[in-house]
């Protein structure tokens, strides 16, 4: 239970937008620095308990994610079209519950490679594209890293990877146990002089800061974790905020606006309360973590005389350069039942392909890992060739546990047009302008993830697969890595935030979550996320210190 509870008249140090990847980190940091704090979060609080493995509910009912109807967004490919409003699933899918969306990730921990920093400089210009150098580099981040494995908790094994940037410290926990798709995936990958190795998640292999390890239940992507085995920000690093006597986490708290004043400072967040009712909290500072969607669509919406286009926006950025994470893989069939309902989704992945290679004729690069998905939306994506009704139905849905995935998860280019910006007409259960979603991908994202096909296929074929479906690779309509919108730099005119995640515009307000990144990196993106939370923390409490806020 939190262990403080403020008034609304009060005026608190610190607001904080978002209780996910970032948000809890930057709870635990600023409150353990001697900050009040406040975290903001739309959705309930859930015990452990409450989290459950109806498939139907969770990912087709938005169980505990944003739900088009009462959160609609809308969607175009074209800047000049009319945009139209999702029905079934949003453009941009993520959790609403205390955790955000570190509730119910895969909880995939690939650290960014040295080069995700530098593309620009390495690589040129992109026709079409935005590929430029972050303001910061692996070198400034790797000790970030570190604080996330052990802080958090991660499994993994040092040094298997040849293609893993250098670290300054192992992981804190073994790797979790292989399944049978990570032992195929090894097996075909080895055939090709290909280098997988155990895959970092952020789950407990064993016993780790009073957390028990994995309970094996093979429901982990878009499943919150009732043994608490996973290292979601709700089970981690919240209470560990809480337990400072400085923190409060409010659930049910959706915040609609930024509060401003005509200096030009943020002053607090408008926002509704469990019941609907609209309340103003008092703080110094904001911090934004509410993730690439809702963070620039906050913004937009906090438009004020001065500041007309949006909050932070006198460079045009905000809610530009969208970026998903572009992939293609293979499913593949085998002689043998896998079993694949059991333990955690991933247990081997990858990097050989990590770098992009201009031999190939396109920019991306990415790696590979092993998985299974849910019976239920398996058995929903029928393969071509394959009845969709009667006894050959039957026989294909009988076979799920024969099936695997090899999946390739890679990069989106940023740009510019790719955007989350306001729907002029379409506004939500709150009357709160809704997101609307405008995507195209860059031809060089589809080459890369049809490329990715080819090679998923190569490795399922040597791992001697009886039947393999190739993925089918189209223009994306929405996704969960939700990157780019408001990214950081050096340069205000290019940029929404600094290298220390200070908003070039407003001094006390800062923002922290994926849309912070500059380009999409490999496919994984919440370690880094993390990573930058705890380095934006260490410099917002040294403002702080020094009265710069």
Known sequence: MPSKTYKTSETVDFVIVGSGASGGIMARELARAGHSVIVMEQGPRLAPHEFDHDELKIRHLSGITNNPVSSPQSFRRDPAQKAERMRGRNALTYARVVGGSSSHFNANFWRLHEIDFIEGSRLGSIPGASLVDWPITYAELEPYYTKVEWEVGVSGLAGASPFDPWRSKPYPMPPLPVKSSGVLFERGARKLGLHPFPAPM?????????????????????????????????????????????CEVRPESYVFRIGMNKAGRATGVHYFDHDRKEQFQNARAVVVCANGGETPKLLLNSATNSQPEGLANSSGAVGRYLMHNKGGGAQARFEHPLNEYKGANVTRILHDF????????????????????????????????????????????????????????????????????????????????????????????????????????????????????????????????????????????????????????????????????????????????????????????????????
């Open 202 to 246: 952020a789950i407990n292999s064993i016993y780790y800061k009073n957390r028990p390890p994995c309970a094996q239940c093979g429901l982990c992507g878009g499943f919150g974790c009732e043994v608490m085995a996973k290292s979601s920000s709700v089970w981690t690093v919240i209470p560990e905020a809480e337990a400072t006597g400085r």
């Open 354 to 549: 990590y770098d992009s290679d201009p031999q190939r004729g396109f920019y991306g690069g990415g790696g590979f890992d092993a998985r299974s998905g849910g019976p239920l939306t398996w058995g929903q994506d029928v393969p071509d060739g394959t009845p969709g009704w009667g006894a050959g139905f039957k026989e294909y849905l009988e076979s799920y546990t024969f099936w695997m995935n090899c999946s390739g998860h890679g990069t989106s280019l940023a740009v510019e047009s790719n955007r989350v910006d306001i729907d002029p007409e379409l506004k939500d259960d709150w009357g709160v302008p809704a997101i609307r979603v405008t995507y195209k991908d860059h031809p060089d994202d589809i080459k890369h993830a049809k490329w990715q096909v080819e090679r998923a296929v190569e490795i399922m074929d040597a791992a001697g697969a009886k039947q393999i479906v190739p993925g089918e690779v189209g223009n994306t309509t929405g996704g969960v890595h939700l990157l780019g919108t408001c990214r950081m730099g050096n340069d205000p005119a290019s940029s929404v935030i600094d290298k220390y995640h200070r908003t070039h515009d407003v001094k006390n307000l800062f923002l922290c979550d994926g849309s912070s990144m500059v380009t999409s990196g490999r496919g994984q993106p919440t370690q880094t996320i993390e990573a930058l939370a705890f380095r934006a923390a260490d410099y917002i409490n040294r403002f702080a210190r020094a009265n710069e806020i």
